[in-house]
């Protein structure tokens, strides 16, 4: 069987693709490793009627309405290449099994690279998070610490401020920041760090301090930790698709890449920001892409 499209991702953009084709009578694998990258995060927010809900039941919830409709195969499966066949492109998995489509939408995610800093992972998920629209109102009015070696460091303090005065910004070594933007943040309250961060300090998931390269420390409850992204998969390479200066998957504004026949959604794509309703909406436009360009094509042949 030819499917008229293979979606590569079980995640919003995935799923919200598989949903509207599905929805336009296409057939479409939609394959999943089953290894959501939020699976750490105890409640996903910003997506109204669904905000606070756990990753696992999103998933579940999505898998169930979009498996309504017959003409969707969910195919858990590992890919491990992709490449052109024809006009269209073939899939191999893990397992060795092949899957044919006409169209192909990359749904793959990115991996997210943070500072190895001792103690970071227990913490992470529960009270240390990279996303203060996320998580910043659960950690409201709380003193909290941002960990960045990122440029972008400057924007997020000052984002913070919204959720909690008591901000103490690290740049964990790095000269991130200006001798203007650190005058502005001090002068807003915010303590500046330049020193390398060494440890995260707490149990039962609440960071309780923040342990610096001279040896002291400071008591925290909460914070943010930049990562770098990266692809997850390395499809998008394989197929020859551009990218953009961050790394994502460079599409028009319809989600089509500089390959025919390829389309991204989601953090792929985009990279940020990282929310469930920006990918969510991003799966449905690349499949509506996608149908029009199939409709196209089947009209005119």
Known sequence: MIYDCAIIGGGPAGLNAALVLGRARRNVALIDNDRPRNAVTHASHGFITRDGVTPAEFRRVAYEEVLRYPSVDHLRAEIVSVGKIGSGFALLDSSGRRTQARKLILATGVKEIFPEIAGLYPLYGKSLFNCPYCDGWELRDRPLVLVSEHPSVYHVAKLLLNWSKDLIVCTNGLAS??????????????????????????????????RFADGTELPRTGGFVTPRFVQSTPFAEQLGCERTELGGVRTDALGRTSVPGVYAAGDASYFSPSQLIYAAADGSRSAMSVNLDLTEEDFES
């Open 177 to 210: 920041l200006s001798e203007e933007q650190t005058g502005k943040l001090q002068a807003k309250g915010v303590a500046v760090k330049e020193q390398p961060v060494t440890a995260f300090i707490g149990s039962h998931g609440q960071l309780e301090r923040v």
